[in-house]
């Protein structure tokens, strides 16, 4: 009996030894946050290539998740600052008090307001042509129209803009100056902003913290109107995206959401200090498409990962 019990236990630790414990299975936030790590090594490598200063923000408005790349670094924002003066103008047109702008009050053209880069206002006849606020937005949008610009500027006032700003928390979002006013930027008077504080404006607007559901889709719906941008370069047309991409000397930006069905993202990426503006251009590209890539995945997949297309008749 002795003899039998000790030849058990015997068998019992060899058994037990020769084993590997089972690994704890790998949950679906784990697995996801693999994605996660993959898209920061694109970004990364991305920006180790470029011959310039890069800085990202992109958020995941399903799940809060972020990633963040120099993203409280201050960048020149060119034509991007135009989301907090098309932000202030829906605000005011929703408050609509009686200082406050709408967008269906009229404007008459006048050769006084024009500059340079005006590809639609420049071509209306002073005097006689008149629009509305809305229509203004929509060059400023659409084209980066200037002198669109300057008017709703005007209109809905630089204060404003910025205290709409300070209101969301968001003290290095600045418009400083007009479009195309040399002297006030050789003064150092920049319209500023940071990937973080831009990331949250739109998701601020988007959430519902700035503006009604109407105003707020209305407000996207502007945003989202076909333009020439970095963002949407290497993704399908199908892809909704509503952002306002930037351009001065040595500097590219783009801002916007990325409406990926069950899986809508921020993304803003500036650059500034290029050696070549183009490969900015690239790099805010490839970006935006890891990104989508990434999100695409997560927005079709199942929690366990598993994709299945409409015609997938696969068991």
Known sequence: MFLRAISLLLALSTCAGGQTAPA????VTEKQAVLW????????EIDRNLDGVVGVAILDLSSGRAFLLHADDMFPQASSIKIAVLAELYHQAQESGPKDAKLTDLYTVQSSDLVPDSDIMGGLTPGVTR??????ATMMVAVSDNSATNVLIDRVGMKNVNDLMASLGLTHTLLRRKMMDIQAASQGRENISTPREMMTVLEDIYNGK???????????KMLSTHKESFLPRLLPDSVRIANKPGELEAVRNDSGIVFVPNRPYVICVMTTYLRNERAGEDAISRISEAAYQTFDRLGRGS????????DNSTP
């Open 37 to 44: 790590e993959k898209l920061a090594a694109r970004i990364n």
């Open 210 to 220: 700035v503006l009604n559901k109407a105003m707020t889709e209305d407000f996207f």
């Open 24 to 27: 704890p299975q790998q949950t």
């Open 131 to 136: 629009i509305t606020n809305r229509d203004l």
């Open 303 to 310: 929690e366990y990962g598993r994709v299945v297309s409409p």
